[in-house]
């Protein structure tokens, strides 16, 4: 088996990137039925402390995913590792991507890159899909926290174009339910399946699945 790594990745702090990457790994687990590993490459740790809720509200055998650390170069080793054994393997990584994120990037087949809508957010994202860009690398990226009826929405979404960036067309709306689920360690669709949220995790995931196959 080599699986495909996915690597969620965003210089701006605060733009989903744990969150996305739980997301992803949990709804890619269920939809393909592969075996999913995640691997945190942040120092903070986010995405091991929600595994650990995770582990603690469902059993240690019950996770449906297999969690990694790893930092430096290691990470691109340990990534290529388990795309030897698992269908996916998302990375969560940390803001500074020129020198933390950047082995998680080298190792990925796409780069995930989750993006609020407004300008400031947008002049962080070229970093990120230049360096994914450098290593011939697909970034597609994703509009998340996006607030209900904002005309600003629709501008940064045409900026967003403008600057021939490939963004999926779903989005995930700025909803309380994505920060409590990842505080029992859940997604959404697990925690509140019939939310609003879990839609459009949904939505998500049927389109990246498109994408990349
Ligand atoms: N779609 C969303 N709706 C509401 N809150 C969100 C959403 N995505 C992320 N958050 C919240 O925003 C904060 C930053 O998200 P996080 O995933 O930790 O970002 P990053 O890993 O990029 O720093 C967290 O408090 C998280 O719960
Ligand atoms: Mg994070």
Redesign the pocket.
Known sequence: MSGRILTVA?Q??????????AHLAVALAKQSGEPVAILDV?PQG?LGTWFEAREENLGEDNTGLEFRTASGWGARREARSLAKSHGYVVI?TP?KIDSDAKPAIDAADFVIV?IQPTPVDLWATAQTVEMATREDTPALLVL???PPRASLTGEMADAIAASGYDALNAR?????V??AA?GRGYAVTEDAPSSK?AQEVALLIEELVGRIG
């Open positions: 965003q701006k702090g605060g733009s989903g990137k744990t969150t996305l990457a942040d986010s969560d803001p989750p998340n926290r996006v995930l709306g700025n909803r309380t994505f920060a990842m949220a």
